[in-house]
């Protein structure tokens, strides 16, 4: 089965600052990444997709990179802001039965 | 639109008990999943359905768990007996169709405690 892996630990970023959050799997290559921001008390919430033959997606503040070569994703948020601190969940499909999977997040805080 | 609906919103029983959780996905909307989420496990896929019908239930924990959508609009997930390690937040989610291109749309969740 996939195995997705994110950090674990908490990240803490400056305002103003770039944070980046990693988002690794192991086994197949899926066709579709995506990420989901997740506030406390509240459902995920999406916010980005990328295919597999997309290096890069934008939207806004936010930079998304698929390296299926090393199985990775990086997702980027520029000139951050307390506002977008949450925890970001990234979420692999395959396309079979088995649905989105999603990893466990990553909680970001961005401190004033 | 409203979103997905879910209730309740909070959940307290005793083991044992009979535990039901109710879901309305977006109208329109031709899948809806149903998640668990724990500290432990992150958001696990329970069931799935397409079009009312289940497709995959591989993880449904036990035969203790058990999930229905009689319509487009309506979706249960049934938890009976229930005992303390079914404590965790549960989520519905619906997308326009089911496919790995699709985002999803969540719920606020059911946050269930089983003392």
Excluded at chain 1, 44 to 70: A, G, Q, S, Y
Excluded at chain 2, 4 to 32: A, D, F, W
Excluded at chain 2, 37 to 49: A, D, K, P, S, V
Excluded at chain 2, 62 to 87: C, W, Y
């Amino acid at each position: 089965s996939q195995k997705i892996e994110q950090n674990s630990e908490a990240l803490n970023i400056q305002e103003g600052k770039t944070a980046t959050l990693t988002c690794n799997y192991t086994n197949y290559s899926p066709a579709y990444l995506q990420w989901y921001r997740q506030d406390p008390g509240r459902g995920p919430v999406f916010l980005l997709l990328i295919r597999e033959n997309e290096k890069e997606k934008r939207k806004e503040r936010l930079k998304v990179t698929f390296d299926t070569t090393l199985k990775q994703s990086l997702f980027h948020i520029t000139a951050s802001q307390p506002a977008d601190s949450a925890t970001y969940l990234c979420a692999l499909d395959r396309g079979g039965a088995d649905g989105l999977t999603f990893g466990k997040g990553t909680h970001l805080i961005i401190q004033p | 639109d409203a979103g997905v609906i879910q209730s309740p919103r909070h959940e307290v029983t005793e083991m044992g008990q009979e535990v039901t959780l109710r879901c309305k996905p977006i109208s329109g909307h031709n899948s809806l999943f149903w998640y668990r989420q724990t500290m432990m496990r992150g958001l696990e896929l329970l069931i799935y359905f397409n079009n009312n019908v289940p497709i995959d239930d591989s993880g449904m924990p036990e035969d203790r768990f058990s999930a229905k959508m009689p319509n487009a609009s309506f979706s249960t997930l049934k938890i009976q007996p229930s005992e303390p390690r079914d404590s965790a937040v549960y989520f519905c989610a619906s997308s326009l169709v089911r496919a790995p291109s699709e985002k999803l749309f969540f719920g606020s969740g059911t946050q269930l405690s089983v003392l």
